[in-house]
């Protein structure tokens, strides 16, 4: 409504509220041109929708910031992910590198055992050799004695008897030796090859893994 001194009556429905940013404005405006109250609702509806539209932009360019932070992030992510990935393998590969070398060490000592056990062996067969030497020497001792019968024949009998027992001690003792030696020897033999294949099979798929990395990256 329009009063006598041109004033301009604003519906209550189109009033702000004094916390409104735009209150100023709006009073500027009533001020300015008094005109009827459509004119005064009209400029409201205009800075409404301008406040609107100030407020979708903003939240569609924070959208996008977001949007944009959260593929970097997930990109950062996934690199780092893989780069992990990729030093465990490292470590895993370079410690069953370090097995396999301790590994073959041992095996070089045991070498060096059997090299050492086989001299063993052969000063045994030597002193087999000097035994069968011996009781041949006895044998004809005893066959010299039987023949003259004389008190020193039962002296080389018993000798010989003694040589003999103590030869199948001897061959007994060796022979046991023997087989304890060669099982003990293809029991490491076969257990060393087993970890060195299980190593090697650990390594290859290691390094394949590797490959696969590599592909990737």
């Given at each position: 409504?329009?009063?006598?001194?041109?004033?301009?009556?604003?519906?209550?429905?189109?009033?702000?509220?004094?916390?409104?940013?735009?209150?100023?404005?709006?009073?500027?405006?009533?001020?300015?041109?008094?005109?009827?109250?459509?004119?005064?609702?009209?400029?409201?509806?205009?800075?409404?929708?301008?406040?609107?539209?100030?407020?979708?932009?903003?939240?569609?360019?924070?959208?996008?910031?977001?949007?944009?932070?959260?593929?970097?992030?997930?990109?950062?992510?996934?690199?780092?992910?893989?780069?992990?990935?990729?030093?465990?393998?490292?470590?895993?590969?370079?410690?069953?590198?370090?097995?396999?070398?301790?590994?073959?060490?041992?095996?070089?000592?045991?070498?060096?055992?059997?090299?050492?056990?086989?001299?063993?062996?052969?000063?045994?067969?030597?002193?087999?050799?000097?035994?069968?030497?011996?009781?041949?020497?006895?044998?004809?001792?005893?066959?010299?004695?039987?023949?003259?019968?004389?008190?020193?024949?039962?002296?080389?009998?018993?000798?010989?008897?003694?040589?003999?027992?103590?030869?199948?001690?001897?061959?007994?003792?060796f022979m046991n030796e023997l087989a304890a030696?060669?099982?003990?020897?293809?029991?490491?033999?076969?257990?060393?090859?087993?970890?060195?294949?299980?190593?090697?099979?650990?390594?290859?798929?290691?390094?394949?893994?590797?490959?696969?990395?590599?592909?990737?990256?």
């Amino acid at each position: 409504m329009v009063g006598a001194n041109n004033e301009v009556e604003v519906p209550s429905s189109v009033l702000v509220d004094e916390s409104s940013p735009h209150e100023v404005e709006i009073e500027s405006v009533v001020a300015s041109y008094p005109s009827p109250a459509g004119f005064v609702v009209q400029k409201l509806e205009s800075v409404t929708s301008e406040e609107s539209s100030m407020t979708s932009g903003s939240m569609f360019t924070s959208s996008q910031d977001s949007s944009s932070e959260d593929e970097e992030d997930e990109d950062a992510s996934a690199n780092a992910a893989e780069l992990l990935a990729y030093a465990n393998i490292r470590l895993q590969q370079q410690r069953l590198q370090n097995e396999v070398k301790q590994l073959r060490e041992i095996l070089s000592q045991k070498d060096e055992q059997v090299t050492q056990l086989t001299g063993q062996l052969r000063r045994a067969i030597t002193s087999k050799c000097d035994l069968v030497v011996a009781c041949t020497e006895m044998e004809r001792l005893k066959e010299e004695a039987e023949k003259y019968g004389s008190e020193e024949a039962r002296e080389v009998k018993k000798g010989y008897l003694s040589i003999l027992e103590g030869r199948a001690d001897m061959e007994r003792e060796f022979m046991n030796e023997l087989a304890a030696l060669s099982e003990q020897m293809c029991n490491m033999d076969r257990r060393y090859k087993n970890q060195l294949l299980e190593k090697d099979f650990e390594i290859a798929q290691l390094e394949e893994k590797l490959r696969r990395l590599d592909r990737k990256s």
